[in-house]
């Protein structure tokens, strides 16, 4: 496992399969597909950062590499992906064996390219808020509190905007400084590029241009005309400050039998039109804050009566949600507008109700934007991660813009396309499979926005053939992948990072390792006589897969019960765009047990781990729990911790809270806390992830100080029961 551990550390991926299946029908009859998670900008200090542009193939654009060929006396290298020959630039004529460019070295399979007259200038990032003002005055004055400490985050070089919205979407003039001032927009029809440049006076004073593209600074439009909505943040905090703390409740009265007139699609149209006009092919973030269901306009999930229930997933496949389609549709296009600008939109979603993730994810997702779903703006997970963005950490998310993603790969090798935070650029050519999956037809993607944790699930297609047909194919046992990340660096510089892998094709029948399903896996490489389910065994190798299956039937990404479309749309966003490490806590989380008789220790996810002198510390990434034993919280609330000569009790109720903390602190979004006793309440955050061997319709009973699950569900043993006499069928 721990080579597996130090490739991901050095490159930023995990593949599925690291000895590659020989042939097409190989791979299919392996059903887990030549796939990879890819983190492109994974943190990694031994990457070298080259101040100078890389060198080409003049034949397939590949860059050069640890695994080119190189003859040191012609000054000729032979690229590994098309075989072409290349001849070096008169700058590497002091190359030599001995005398190395970096991206040759054998350990530096990913190195990084700083800006130079290929990658371009540097560009400050900018930064357009969007903020729903139809929520209680206690939401608004949580929601200004956090925006204020933002602001005093930002970079000092960024470029800020402002817009609010209720029934109308304000776009405020921060370039103004004399008095508050902003320009009106009615919320119920989508605003366009050409309405905001004459109803905001771009061209006051001026002639407009008839024809072309008016877009940037470039196109016609005065530098100062573009200051007075997109300002640096050391300029203009002070008119900012001021329209924050003068934020109040949308003023158009709603009656009681009535939701609030909120246009946040009209807003968002609004704010995607701005930054199209002013700053396209830039790093830019829309960062939207909504506070409820959108009501008006263009983007609606529901209608203003309260009688009308927001849309639920029966409602979803029974098809009577009229108003889903329409918003979906609405914010595809937004989508396609903001990919084509370069530009992100982030959500964050504050609210006890609904407010329309799901129709809002199409446009979230495919600009590789941040989703940050709680119930209240006052609310931790909000106000912690809204900090964690902005502030400069071992921790911070390192934000970056305006991406493009580019694969190479050997000639055998397709590619069917990648699922994550990413769009296609339809750049259909030779590597590009027939069989598409996510965004796919193509082998270059926009990622308008990426951090140091976005990854890619990135899916191959085998094109080697067998028998007859491979007669003329390549002969080498090694393949080759590159992965080419341009992105506007956090600090505003563009940069190229390369990653360029080798691996090796399989000479063995890949169906002997996995098969179609879980009964057809265990069936094919387990051990047992036929026919005798209690002689099932599987190998250590195999023998965690069925419990992972298991979780993953009963985690939120297949039941939807007790979750909103939003939630599970959130849910969806974030397992597509994290790491294999994090999405297996998504599937399965962590349990730590902590006892006095011994240290911290793993324990199964199993109701049984429960015991009345333990604490209990459940990972599942979305949400952290610590759970306190019946005698522990007795003791806890007499409150032994504090009274002397109980200073070991006091350290082993601080142990748990200080691992919970470690995972706070390095994980985005940031997880829910949830604190808890045995038999409260909120005990049903651990309750709900452990495997329910002790039920209420169960024979055995619970251990002493154990606890019993009050479910329906099957136990991880009766699960295993079923699939071994399957299996050996």
């Known amino acids: 496992?721990?080579?597996?551990?130090?490739?991901?550390?050095?490159?930023?991926?995990?593949?599925?399969?690291?000895?590659?299946?020989?042939?097409?029908?190989?791979?299919?009859?392996?059903?887990?597909?030549?796939?990879?998670?890819?983190?492109?900008?994974?943190?990694?200090?031994?990457?070298?950062?080259?101040?100078?542009?890389?060198?080409?193939?003049?034949?397939?654009?590949?860059?050069?590499?640890?695994?080119?060929?190189?003859?040191?006396?012609?000054?000729?290298?032979?690229?590994?992906?098309?075989?072409?020959?290349?001849?070096?630039?008169?700058?590497?004529?002091?190359?030599?064996?001995?005398?190395?460019?970096?991206?040759?070295?054998?350990?530096?399979?990913?190195?990084?390219?700083?800006?130079?007259?290929?990658?371009?200038?540097?560009?400050?990032?900018?930064?357009?808020?969007?903020?729903?003002?139809?929520?209680?005055?206690?939401?608004?004055?949580?929601?200004?509190?956090?925006?204020?400490?933002?602001?005093?985050?930002?970079?000092?070089?960024?470029?800020?905007?402002?817009?609010?919205?209720?029934?109308?979407?304000?776009?405020?003039?921060?370039?103004?400084?004399?008095?508050?001032?902003?320009?009106?927009?009615?919320?119920?029809?989508?605003?366009?590029?050409?309405?905001?440049?004459?109803?905001?006076?771009?061209f006051a004073g001026k002639t407009k241009p008839t024809t072309g593209v008016i877009a940037g600074a470039r196109d016609g439009l005065s530098t100062r005309s573009i200051a007075r909505f997109l300002l640096p943040a050391s300029e203009c905090e002070f008119v900012l400050n001021s329209v924050i703390e003068e934020l109040q409740k949308d003023p158009w009265p709603v009656p009681a039998d009535k939701r609030s007139s909120r246009c946040t699609g009209v807003a968002l149209s609004v704010a995607a039109c701005l930054l199209g006009v002013c700053v396209p092919g830039s790093g830019a973030r829309i960062m939207a804050f909504v506070g409820g269901p959108s009501t008006e306009g263009p983007g609606s999930i529901v209608s203003k009566s309260l009688s009308e229930p927001i849309r639920?997933?029966?409602?979803?496949?029974?098809?009577?949600?009229?108003?889903?389609?329409?918003?979906?549709?609405?914010?595809?296009?937004?989508?396609?507008?903001?990919?084509?600008?370069?530009?992100?939109?982030?959500?964050?979603?504050?609210?006890?109700?609904?407010?329309?993730?799901?129709?809002?994810?199409?446009?979230?997702?495919?600009?590789?934007?941040?989703?940050?779903?709680?119930?209240?703006?006052?609310?931790?997970?909000?106000?912690?991660?809204?900090?964690?963005?902005?502030?400069?950490?071992?921790?911070?998310?390192?934000?970056?813009?305006?991406?493009?993603?580019?694969?190479?790969?050997?000639?055998?090798?397709?590619?069917?396309?990648?699922?994550?935070?990413?769009?296609?650029?339809?750049?259909?050519?030779?590597?590009?499979?027939?069989?598409?999956?996510?965004?796919?037809?193509?082998?270059?993607?926009?990622?308008?926005?990426?951090?140091?944790?976005?990854?890619?699930?990135?899916?191959?297609?085998?094109?080697?053939?067998?028998?007859?047909?491979?007669?003329?194919?390549?002969?080498?046992?090694?393949?080759?992948?590159?992965?080419?990340?341009?992105?506007?660096?956090h600090e505003g510089q563009m940069r190229l990072r390369a990653t360029t892998l080798s691996r090796k094709w399989a000479d063995f029948d890949p169906i002997r390792w996995l098969d179609r399903a879980l009964i057809s896996l265990c069936s094919k490489f387990g051990d047992y006589h036929k026919e005798t389910p209690s002689s099932f065994s599987l190998s250590p190798r195999l023998s965690i897969f069925p419990q992972f299956m298991f979780n993953l039937r009963r985690s939120q990404f297949v039941q939807v019960f007790n979750n909103s479309p939003d939630e599970t749309a959130y849910f969806a966003m974030m397992l597509n765009r994290e790491s294999v490490a994090n999405a297996v806590v998504m599937i399965q989380p962590s349990l730590i047990s902590y006892s006095f008789q011994s240290g911290p220790e793993p324990v199964l996810l199993d109701v049984t781990a429960i015991a009345a002198d333990r604490i209990l510390l459940l990972d599942s990434y979305f949400t952290v729990v610590i759970f306190h034993g019946i005698t522990i919280a007795q003791w806890r609330k007499a409150g032994y911790q504090d009274q002397e000569g109980h200073e070991a009790f006091a350290q082993f109720l601080q142990a748990p809270q200080e691992e919970a903390d470690a995972i706070i602190k390095e994980r985005f979004p940031v997880p829910r806390l949830v604190v808890c006793d045995q038999y409260g309440s909120q005990a049903r955050f651990l309750l709900a992830k452990l495997n329910p061997s002790v039920s209420y319709n169960s024979d055995n009973p619970p251990p002493p100080g154990g606890d019993v699950i009050f479910t329906d569900d099957v136990s991880f043993q009766v699960f295993m029961d079923h699939l071994q006499r399957l299996a050996v069928q």
Not at 91 to 119: D, G, K, M, R
Not at 162 to 186: A, N
Request: hydrophobic fraction near 40%; include cysteine.
């Open 1 to 202: 496992m721990s080579e597996f551990l130090d490739l991901e550390a050095q490159d930023g991926i995990r593949m599925t399969w690291n000895v590659i299946p020989g042939t097409k029908q190989d791979a299919t009859n392996c059903v887990v597909p030549v796939s990879a998670i890819f983190t492109p900008l994974k943190p990694n200090p031994a990457i070298p950062v080259l101040p100078y542009a890389p060198l080409r193939c003049r034949m397939c654009r590949s860059i050069l590499n640890p695994f080119s060929i190189v003859d040191f006396v012609s000054k000729i290298w032979v690229c590994p992906f098309c075989f072409q020959r290349n001849h070096f630039p008169q700058h590497y004529s002091s190359i030599s064996e001995n005398n190395l460019p970096a991206e040759l070295f054998p350990q530096y399979t990913t190195v990084e390219y700083a800006s130079t007259a290929e990658t371009g200038p540097v560009a400050p990032p900018v930064f357009l808020f969007v903020v729903d003002t139809c929520m209680i005055e206690e939401e608004i004055g949580y929601l200004k509190s956090a925006l204020a400490q933002a602001i005093e985050l930002l970079p000092d070089q960024s470029l800020v905007g402002f817009i609010t919205f209720g029934t109308y979407v304000q776009v405020h003039e921060l370039g103004f400084g004399l008095l508050p001032k902003s320009y009106v927009f009615k919320g119920t029809k989508e605003v366009t590029k050409e309405q905001i440049l004459d109803q905001m006076s771009f």
């Open 312 to 489: 639920s997933h029966k409602d979803l496949d029974k098809g009577s949600a009229p108003l889903y389609n329409k918003a979906v549709k609405f914010y595809e296009d937004i989508s396609k507008q903001l990919v084509n600008q370069g530009h992100v939109l982030d959500l964050f979603a504050c609210a006890l109700d609904q407010v329309g993730v799901a129709e809002m994810k199409v446009a979230v997702e495919r600009t590789g934007g941040i989703v940050v779903l709680a119930e209240s703006f006052g609310h931790s997970v909000f106000k912690d991660s809204l900090r964690r963005i902005f502030q400069s950490s071992d921790n911070d998310l390192d934000l970056s813009f305006n991406g493009i993603f580019e694969i190479n790969c050997s000639k055998d090798v397709k590619i069917q396309g990648i699922i994550g935070p990413c769009t296609s650029l339809e750049k259909k050519g030779p590597l590009s499979s027939d069989t598409v999956i996510g965004q796919g037809n193509t082998s270059a993607w926009k990622m308008c926005g990426l951090d140091r944790k976005t990854s890619l699930c990135l899916i191959f297609d085998i094109a080697k053939k067998d028998g007859p047909e491979s007669i003329g194919q390549s002969v080498s046992n090694q393949l080759y992948f590159q992965f080419l990340t341009y992105y506007q660096h």
